[in-house]
């Protein structure tokens, strides 16, 4: 689950044009995490939440 989540972090930042710098200027979450998360270590929901919200996206387009 961990994989299906870096992806979505990562296409969503890429989607909304931002460097891992510009996601962590505009989320607060640092740069070494959001790139520790990119790269399949699990963030917790509510660091996901904000990391999406930041590339104006919601969680709850990518529940099922």
């Not at 044009?17 to 990119?38: A, F, V």
């Amino acid at each position: 689950m961990a994989l299906k989540y870096a992806k979505i972090i990562y296409d969503c930042r890429k989607a909304s044009n931002m460097t891992q710098t510009d996601l962590q200027d505009k989320s607060g979450i640092s740069r070494n995490s959001i790139s520790r998360y990119e790269n399949g270590a699990a963030p917790p929901i509510d660091v996901l939440e904000i990391l999406l919200d930041a590339c104006g996206y919601e969680l709850k387009v990518f529940k099922k």
